[in-house]
Protein backbone atom coordinates (compact mmCIF):
# COMPACT_ATOMS: atom_id res chain seq x y z
CA UNK A 1 0.00 0.00 0.00
CA UNK A 2 1.65 2.74 -1.24
CA UNK A 3 1.27 6.71 1.05
CA UNK A 4 0.37 8.30 -1.93
CA UNK A 5 -2.68 7.21 -3.79
CA UNK A 6 -3.55 7.01 -7.64
CA UNK A 7 -5.99 5.64 -9.25
CA UNK A 8 -4.42 2.21 -11.41
CA UNK A 9 -5.80 3.22 -14.57
CA UNK A 10 -7.25 5.62 -16.79
CA UNK A 11 -7.74 5.45 -20.42
CA UNK A 12 -8.67 8.27 -22.95
CA UNK A 13 -8.78 8.72 -26.76
CA UNK A 14 -6.19 10.22 -28.86
CA UNK A 15 -6.55 14.02 -29.03
CA UNK A 16 -8.61 14.25 -25.26
CA UNK A 17 -7.37 15.24 -22.00
CA UNK A 18 -6.90 12.82 -19.12
CA UNK A 19 -6.16 14.10 -15.47
CA UNK A 20 -4.32 11.73 -13.13
CA UNK A 21 -4.70 11.77 -9.82
CA UNK A 22 -2.25 11.66 -6.29
CA UNK A 23 -3.86 12.08 -2.83
CA UNK A 24 -1.57 12.25 -0.08
CA UNK A 25 -1.74 13.96 3.42
CA UNK A 26 -0.27 17.24 5.13
CA UNK A 27 3.07 15.32 5.83
CA UNK A 28 4.33 15.09 2.46
CA UNK A 29 2.21 16.30 -0.85
CA UNK A 30 0.11 19.74 1.35
CA UNK A 31 3.76 21.51 2.91
CA UNK A 32 6.29 19.53 0.52
CA UNK A 33 7.10 19.52 -3.59
CA UNK A 34 5.21 16.90 -5.72
CA UNK A 35 6.97 15.63 -8.84
CA UNK A 36 5.57 13.18 -11.78
CA UNK A 37 7.49 10.77 -13.83
CA UNK A 38 6.27 9.02 -16.88
CA UNK A 39 7.80 5.79 -17.06
CA UNK A 40 7.95 4.16 -21.03
CA UNK A 41 7.85 0.03 -21.48
CA UNK A 42 11.11 -1.21 -20.23
CA UNK A 43 12.91 2.05 -19.78
CA UNK A 44 13.71 4.43 -16.58
CA UNK A 45 11.24 7.04 -15.29
CA UNK A 46 11.81 10.29 -16.59
CA UNK A 47 11.07 13.59 -15.20
CA UNK A 48 7.75 15.16 -16.14
CA UNK A 49 6.73 17.79 -13.90
CA UNK A 50 8.98 18.89 -10.83
CA UNK A 51 8.08 21.40 -7.69
CA UNK A 52 4.36 21.20 -8.15
CA UNK A 53 3.98 22.73 -11.63
CA UNK A 54 7.11 23.29 -13.54
CA UNK A 55 8.13 21.01 -16.59
CA UNK A 56 11.70 20.58 -17.56
CA UNK A 57 13.07 21.77 -20.45
CA UNK A 58 12.00 19.55 -23.60
CA UNK A 59 8.91 18.75 -22.00
CA UNK A 60 5.77 20.13 -24.19
CA UNK A 61 3.03 22.25 -22.24
CA UNK A 62 0.54 19.61 -23.00
CA UNK A 63 2.19 17.78 -19.79
CA UNK A 64 1.02 20.46 -16.55
CA UNK A 65 0.86 19.78 -12.71
CA UNK A 66 -0.89 21.14 -9.95
CA UNK A 67 -1.37 20.80 -6.19
CA UNK A 68 -4.26 21.70 -3.65
CA UNK A 69 -4.04 20.65 -0.08
CA UNK A 70 -3.26 16.99 -0.10
CA UNK A 71 -3.27 16.43 -3.62
CA UNK A 72 -1.74 17.11 -6.89
CA UNK A 73 -3.05 16.46 -10.53
CA UNK A 74 -1.51 15.46 -13.68
CA UNK A 75 -2.67 16.71 -16.57
CA UNK A 76 -1.99 15.63 -20.01
CA UNK A 77 -4.00 17.33 -22.85
CA UNK A 78 -3.86 16.52 -27.06
CA UNK A 79 -3.43 12.63 -26.04
CA UNK A 80 -1.03 10.57 -28.40
CA UNK A 81 -0.20 7.13 -28.30
CA UNK A 82 3.47 7.52 -27.18
CA UNK A 83 1.90 8.90 -24.09
CA UNK A 84 0.87 5.82 -23.02
CA UNK A 85 3.32 4.86 -20.18
CA UNK A 86 2.84 4.60 -16.18
CA UNK A 87 2.78 7.62 -14.31
CA UNK A 88 4.21 8.20 -10.83
CA UNK A 89 3.74 11.02 -8.12
CA UNK A 90 6.60 11.76 -5.88
CA UNK A 91 7.02 13.56 -2.59
CA UNK A 92 9.04 13.86 0.47
CA UNK A 93 7.36 12.63 3.46
CA UNK A 94 8.50 14.61 6.64
CA UNK A 95 6.87 12.23 9.01
CA UNK A 96 8.31 9.31 7.20
CA UNK A 97 11.90 11.25 6.83
CA UNK A 98 11.73 9.71 3.27
CA UNK A 99 10.41 10.16 0.02
CA UNK A 100 7.35 7.93 -1.41
CA UNK A 101 6.30 7.55 -4.53
CA UNK A 102 2.25 6.74 -5.47
CA UNK A 103 1.46 3.58 -6.72
CA UNK A 104 1.18 4.20 -10.49
CA UNK A 105 -0.94 4.83 -12.68
CA UNK A 106 -1.35 3.11 -16.23
CA UNK A 107 -2.14 5.53 -19.05
CA UNK A 108 -4.02 3.96 -21.77
CA UNK A 109 -4.89 5.82 -25.42
CA UNK A 110 -7.29 4.02 -26.89
CA UNK B 1 25.44 16.16 -19.16
CA UNK B 2 25.12 14.04 -16.26
CA UNK B 3 25.38 10.24 -16.90
CA UNK B 4 24.81 7.36 -14.31
CA UNK B 5 25.36 3.81 -14.76
CA UNK B 6 24.70 1.37 -12.57
CA UNK B 7 26.86 -2.02 -12.37
CA UNK B 8 26.81 -5.32 -10.50
CA UNK B 9 26.13 -8.88 -10.24
CA UNK B 10 22.50 -9.62 -11.61
CA UNK B 11 21.85 -12.87 -9.27
CA UNK B 12 22.13 -13.20 -5.75
CA UNK B 13 21.59 -16.04 -3.04
CA UNK B 14 18.61 -15.91 -0.97
CA UNK B 15 20.41 -14.42 2.89
CA UNK B 16 23.37 -13.28 0.81
CA UNK B 17 24.39 -9.50 0.31
CA UNK B 18 23.34 -7.35 -2.67
CA UNK B 19 25.91 -4.99 -3.54
CA UNK B 20 25.49 -2.61 -6.75
CA UNK B 21 27.60 0.57 -8.33
CA UNK B 22 26.55 3.90 -9.80
CA UNK B 23 29.33 5.36 -11.95
CA UNK B 24 28.80 9.39 -11.86
CA UNK B 25 29.94 10.90 -15.12
CA UNK B 26 29.54 14.50 -15.99
CA UNK B 27 29.37 15.68 -12.49
CA UNK B 28 31.66 15.35 -9.36
CA UNK B 29 29.58 13.64 -7.10
CA UNK B 30 30.31 15.85 -3.93
CA UNK B 31 28.35 18.53 -5.02
CA UNK B 32 25.17 16.79 -5.07
CA UNK B 33 22.21 14.03 -2.91
CA UNK B 34 22.83 10.65 -4.66
CA UNK B 35 19.88 8.07 -4.26
CA UNK B 36 18.53 4.30 -4.77
CA UNK B 37 15.35 3.65 -5.88
CA UNK B 38 14.11 0.00 -6.78
CA UNK B 39 10.90 -1.54 -8.39
CA UNK B 40 10.09 -5.18 -8.23
CA UNK B 41 8.69 -6.37 -11.59
CA UNK B 42 5.16 -5.54 -12.95
CA UNK B 43 5.03 -3.44 -9.55
CA UNK B 44 5.69 0.62 -7.76
CA UNK B 45 8.85 2.44 -7.40
CA UNK B 46 9.99 2.23 -4.11
CA UNK B 47 12.81 4.41 -2.87
CA UNK B 48 15.38 3.29 -0.82
CA UNK B 49 17.43 5.73 0.60
CA UNK B 50 19.88 8.98 -0.05
CA UNK B 51 23.30 9.95 0.43
CA UNK B 52 24.15 13.66 1.15
CA UNK B 53 26.92 16.56 -0.13
CA UNK B 54 28.23 15.35 3.31
CA UNK B 55 27.86 11.57 3.76
CA UNK B 56 24.65 11.54 5.96
CA UNK B 57 22.57 9.44 4.98
CA UNK B 58 18.75 8.50 4.89
CA UNK B 59 16.72 5.22 4.37
CA UNK B 60 13.35 4.23 3.78
CA UNK B 61 12.12 2.86 7.61
CA UNK B 62 11.13 -0.62 5.76
CA UNK B 63 15.02 -1.29 4.87
CA UNK B 64 16.92 0.79 7.65
CA UNK B 65 18.21 -2.60 9.29
CA UNK B 66 19.75 -3.82 5.91
CA UNK B 67 21.03 -1.20 3.94
CA UNK B 68 23.75 1.01 3.46
CA UNK B 69 24.63 3.78 0.69
CA UNK B 70 28.03 4.53 0.61
CA UNK B 71 29.99 7.14 -1.75
CA UNK B 72 33.54 6.66 -3.19
CA UNK B 73 34.77 9.99 -4.45
CA UNK B 74 37.92 9.29 -5.51
CA UNK B 75 36.22 6.77 -8.18
CA UNK B 76 33.45 9.65 -8.79
CA UNK B 77 30.64 6.89 -7.33
CA UNK B 78 28.58 5.99 -4.88
CA UNK B 79 27.34 2.22 -4.15
CA UNK B 80 24.29 0.26 -2.51
CA UNK B 81 24.50 -2.45 -0.17
CA UNK B 82 21.44 -4.82 1.36
CA UNK B 83 21.85 -7.56 3.44
CA UNK B 84 20.05 -10.70 4.01
CA UNK B 85 18.30 -10.75 0.43
CA UNK B 86 15.08 -12.62 0.20
CA UNK B 87 13.33 -13.47 -3.25
CA UNK B 88 11.28 -9.96 -2.03
CA UNK B 89 14.52 -7.83 -3.25
CA UNK B 90 14.16 -9.03 -6.60
CA UNK B 91 13.62 -5.95 -8.80
CA UNK B 92 15.17 -3.13 -10.82
CA UNK B 93 17.38 -1.07 -9.09
CA UNK B 94 17.87 2.55 -10.61
CA UNK B 95 20.34 5.17 -9.28
CA UNK B 96 19.37 9.34 -9.37
CA UNK B 97 20.93 12.20 -8.62
CA UNK B 98 18.78 13.00 -5.49
CA UNK B 99 16.92 16.86 -4.77
CA UNK B 100 13.44 18.16 -4.34
CA UNK B 101 12.80 15.80 -7.62
CA UNK B 102 14.51 13.47 -9.34
CA UNK B 103 15.96 14.56 -13.16
CA UNK B 104 18.36 12.36 -13.84
CA UNK B 105 18.17 8.63 -13.27
CA UNK B 106 20.82 5.60 -14.41
CA UNK B 107 18.92 3.06 -16.64
CA UNK B 108 18.81 0.81 -14.38
CA UNK B 109 19.90 -3.23 -13.37
CA UNK B 110 17.56 -5.92 -13.35
CA UNK B 111 18.67 -8.12 -9.76
CA UNK B 112 17.62 -11.28 -9.19
CA UNK B 113 17.16 -13.08 -6.07
CA UNK B 114 17.16 -16.77 -6.62
CA UNK B 115 18.94 -20.07 -5.78
Known amino acids: QSVLTQPPSVSAAPGQKVTISCSGSSSNIENNYVSWYQQLPGTAPKLLIYENNKRPSGIPDRFSGSKSGTSATLGITGLQTGDEADYYC???????????FGGGTKLTVL | QVQLQESGPGLVKPSETLSLTCTVSGASISSFYWSWIRQPPGKALEWIGYISDTGNTIYTPSLRSRVTISVDTSKNHFSLRLTSVTTADTAVYYC?????????WGQGILVTVSS
Open chain 1, 90 to 100: GAWDSSLSAWV
Open chain 2, 96 to 104: ARASYYYAI
